[in-house]
């Protein structure tokens, strides 16, 4: 049985509460349409190429955008790498957009075929391995991980989708969607590709949690700018069945990524000509903002808050409601206000087009139980 041993240390809360923050404040605002669109295929080219970067794939950021837009039909195996990644990414969405964002092995599979389309023998892509697979050290030219043995992983991965089912109410989705990620690297179930593929699955995993950073994220460019410390955080040094693992400083460093890029996003919508006069006002966004935190709010507290007399933050409140940005409970002194259980982006907003993302709680924050048999020591190279 999957059981991660990690704490929730004040570092991780302060960061979960800030990208709590961030989503809020994006969540309340419109942003004209051609601006999104830019920035989801701007999204794919960083993450397209950023994933394959990590690899070793040498080809630049310029060189991958042309690609894509020309998809030539003789091509390297560096380009197809790409032109895969990019694929992959296609039909992600096309699923999180039909409303199809579970995720199980058979999804995991099929991002392993489409990854390695052409790259890998028919009897290895889009099937788990069937042979010994090890980590080399190419600067040392030594061994330095030896995954499990191949007729483990069918079980140990079932092991890790049934502990994301059956935690994914109780745990917070960025605790869970790192877990998965780092034991999937660790479990090391493909000959080849193992880091593409879980990449590509921890995108389809938040968006099923309802942390989409899908469309407009690219995570994979945060790794690739020090990829030496990602490998460090992700990977394991030694036999799989030897080690121990805690799992809390790549769940801080996991954590970091998210918040890097809603900020680079914020900044570039920012920069692009966002409207956030047509969505939340400012003592909007604070108000949402202390629900995210606290859970609850009363007029009293509200007006602590702002500067706003009674009877204009009785109409503050009444617009969120109308909004279902917030609900309503109690009534005269004893009413106070809470979020909807639905993310408050997923409200019937006012014209326009909003960022529907949901941020992690605080309540849903939950520590870790019995310590696995992995180790968090990771190897300098690539988890292909």
Do not use: C
């Not at 790192?178 to 690297?185: A, E, N």
């Not at 917030?326 to 909003?354: D, E, F, M, N, Q």
């Amino acid at each position: 049985m999957f059981a991660p041993n990690y704490r929730i240390t004040n570092e991780f809360l302060a960061v979960a509460n800030r990208i709590a923050r961030v989503i809020t404040s994006l969540n309340g605002r419109r942003f004209p349409s051609p601006v999104l669109l830019t920035l989801e295929r701007e999204a794919r080219e960083l993450s397209s190429f950023a994933s394959t970067s990590i690899e070793g794939n040498p080809l630049p950021l310029t060189d991958v955008k042309e690609l894509l837009k020309q998809h030539p039909l003789r091509i390297r195996d560096t380009q197809r790498e790409v032109l895969n990644y990019n694929t992959a990414l296609l039909k992600i969405k096309e699923e999180i957009d039909a409303g199809r964002k579970g995720i199980a092995l058979s999804d995991v599979l099929s991002i392993h075929r489409l990854t390695t389309d052409g790259l890998l023998s028919p009897d290895r892509s889009g099937v788990l391995r069937h042979e010994p697979v090890f980590v080399n050290d190419p600067r040392a030219r030594q061994t330095v991980f030896w995954p499990p043995d191949h007729a483990d992983v069918p079980l140990l991965l079932a092991d890790l989708f049934d502990f994301i089912r059956t935690n994914e109410l109780v745990v917070d989705p960025l605790i869970l969607a790192g877990l998965f990620h780092k034991q999937f690297v660790l479990i090391h179930p493909f000959m080849d590709g193992n880091g593409r593929t879980v990449r590509l699955a921890t995108k389809k995993l938040l968006a099923a949690l309802g942390l989409d950073t899908f469309h407009l994220f690219s995570f994979e460019q945060y790794y690739n700018r020090n990829v030496t410390n990602y490998f460090s955080l992700v990977g394991g040094r030694g036999n799989y069945y030897d080690l121990t693992v805690d799992f809390t400083p790549w769940l801080q460093y996991f954590a970091e990524g998210i918040l890097d890029e809603l900020l680079r996003v914020e900044k570039e919508l920012e920069k692009r000509g966002a409207a956030p006069a047509t969505g939340f006002k400012e003592h909007e966004r604070l108000l949402l903002a202390y629900l995210q935190e606290h859970g609850s709010i009363t007029d009293a507290v509200y007006a602590t808050l702002v500067p706003r007399a009674r009877a204009t933050r009785a109409l503050d409140f009444r617009r969120l409601l109308a909004l279902h940005a917030i609900y309503r409970h109690g009534k005269g002194r004893a009413t106070y206000y809470t979020l909807p259980r639905r993310s408050p982006g997923t409200h019937r907003p006012p014209r326009g087009v909003p960022l529907t993302l949901r941020p992690p709680q605080s309540r849903r924050l939950h520590r870790g139980s019995r310590p696995p048999h992995q180790s968090h020591t990771p190897p300098p190279q690539s988890p292909r």
